[in-house]
């Protein structure tokens, strides 16, 4: 049954690219469409992202924010008001020159991002010291038109959310821009069970037009590395360029400090990843569409549905449960809920009916157990409490395995010829070192750890006195 099962699906190991495409096809998540590099999100994989989705949102409006929604276009001229933040989105914007059989006489950009938007409205509505802080957060697509595609990692058209906050001072925007990257973490590691190492991009890697950029990262299961969510403190820069400004308490004008924060869809090319395996998909419980699948066996014989709808109903209470009533045979469902990742799966067939059990099959491990009808709603919480905390502890696991440490360069480019992983290393802090170590391995800087950890006094790739730790990986 295995082998007929994964025949659609190529191997991992094979090739890692062509696992992720079966996967994210065969198991319903997405379809493509008529435009390049663009995906049809399928009501399975939809259901998935509103699982995250919810699960985020929940945690934002817990820490004070509001959900707004700003305009599809931006004009080119409020576009043009930041200069390093035009000139960072300049090769991935998508523009609209005509309406109807009419040329415009100022184009319009398909949003890549909403500040410019955010600041022209928070310079209508902020005024006073009162006024603030300003949290709004914005749950919509956007479009960057990107060279390589991707499902879910790298696509023209995506779906996030983008926080926009106003604040007082410098310190209170710094707090929020930590607060919000925790917030990220906590999904991803709460939800997702995918571990993530929290930092600071470098400023060749940060948000153009930012401060600086906060970022989690995350190590697929093939060694590249994925940045999975990003919160930048924006500084005074885009409140200057647009006049953004309140009278303090002492009736002195100032600037706002601003931030802006988001995650997408991508974290679910991130799961996928980071999770699955040569059979198909596999679920963290809490993202689940379906947590419970229940498969009747010998479902002809008399009362065998009844009995599985009305366990349907009574599970419900505790946890996502469907069931499959398809005239398909057992083992095709068997394979096809494994496939697309459902965490626990529910066998019941007249002898468990007689006996008074059920039989439940774990996807991450494999493991069945006989669980009796008194105690199957109990044992149904414990399972997935314990499913959802081994798929994190094996995902740590993997990502301690493919960490490695390099002292000097010689020693980097080796590991990144013969390995693939995050390499901690020391960096001197110079742009050159970072565009060589790229330009000779193919690595980019992931993030300067918040926990840092010195394996050197000297920089990696200069030998010069160095005394920032950074994370370095090939990434998606």
């Not at 005024?127 to 023209?156: C, G, I």
């Not at 006989?370 to 919480?381: A, H, K, P, T």
Request: hydrophobic fraction near 35%; proline fraction near 3%.
């Amino acid at each position: 049954m295995g082998k007929e099962f994964v025949k659609d699906i190529t191997a991992m190991d094979d090739d890692f690219a062509q696992w992720y495409t079966d996967v994210v096809t065969k198991a319903d998540l997405i379809d493509y469409s008529s435009v390049r590099g663009s995906m049809i999100i399928r009501p399975y994989g939809y259901a998935l992202w509103e699982n995250i989705k919810t699960a985020l949102d929940n945690r934002i409006k817990a820490t004070g924010h509001e959900n707004v929604y700003m305009p599809l276009f931006i004009p080119e001229s409020l576009l043009q008001k930041e200069k390093d933040h035009i000139e960072g989105f300049a090769p991935e914007v998508a523009w609209v020159t005509h309406g109807g059989s009419e040329e415009l006489t100022e184009r319009l950009c398909v949003r890549p991002t909403s500040e410019v938007l955010f600041c022209e409205h928070y310079k209508n509505i902020i005024h006073s010291y009162r006024d603030l802080p300003k949290l709004y957060n914005q749950w919509a697509n956007v479009v960057r038109w990107e060279k390589t595609t991707r499902p879910f990692l790298r696509t023209l058209e995506f779906l996030w959310q983008e926080g926009h906050t106003c604040h007082a001072t410098d310190e209170e925007a710094h707090e929020e821009t930590k607060k919000m990257l925790e917030v990220y973490a906590d999904v991803c590691e709460n939800v997702l069970a995918i571990p993530v190492v929290k930092g600071q991009k470098t400023d060749k890697e940060k948000f153009a037009g930012a401060k600086f950029t906060y970022t989690i990262e995350s190590l697929m299961h093939d060694g590249k590395a994925l940045q999975s969510g990003t919160s930048h403190h924006l500084g005074d820069g885009f409140a200057k360029a647009f006049g953004i400004q309140f009278t303090d308490k002492d009736g002195q004008l100032q600037y706002v400090q601003q931030t802006s924060w988001g995650f997408t869809t991508r974290i679910i090319g991130a799961m996928i990843m980071v999770h699955g395996d040569d059979r198909g998909l596999v679920i963290p419980p809490k993202a689940a569409p379906t947590q419970v699948m229940i498969v009747p066996i010998a479902q002809h014989k008399e009362g065998v549905l009844d009995f599985a709808y009305q366990l349907k109903e009574s599970l419900s209470a505790i946890a996502r449960v469907d069931i499959d009533a398809s005239d398909k045979k057992p083992g095709w469902k068997f394979n096809e809920y494994e496939m697309k990742g459902v965490p626990l799966r529910l066998e019941v067939g007249p002898k468990d009916i007689e006996n008074k059990q059920v039989i439940l099959a774990r996807r991450d491990t494999g493991e069945k157990v006989i669980v009796s009808m008194d105690q199957l709603e109990s044992q149904i919480e414990i399972i997935l409490d314990d499913i959802q905390r081994n798929l994190f502890a094996k995902a740590k696991e993997l990502r301690e395995q493919k960490t490695y440490s390099a002292t000097t360069f010689d020693e980097l480019k080796d590991i990144f010829t013969n390995k693939t992983g995050f390499v901690k290393a020391m960096w001197c802090g110079d742009r050159e070192c970072e565009d060589q170590i790229k330009e000779e391995t193919s690595a980019t800087s992931r993030c300067i750890p918040f926990e840092q950890d010195s394996i050197s006094r000297e920089c990696v790739c200069c030998g010069r006195e160095a005394d920032q730790l950074v994370y370095w990986a090939k990434a998606y």
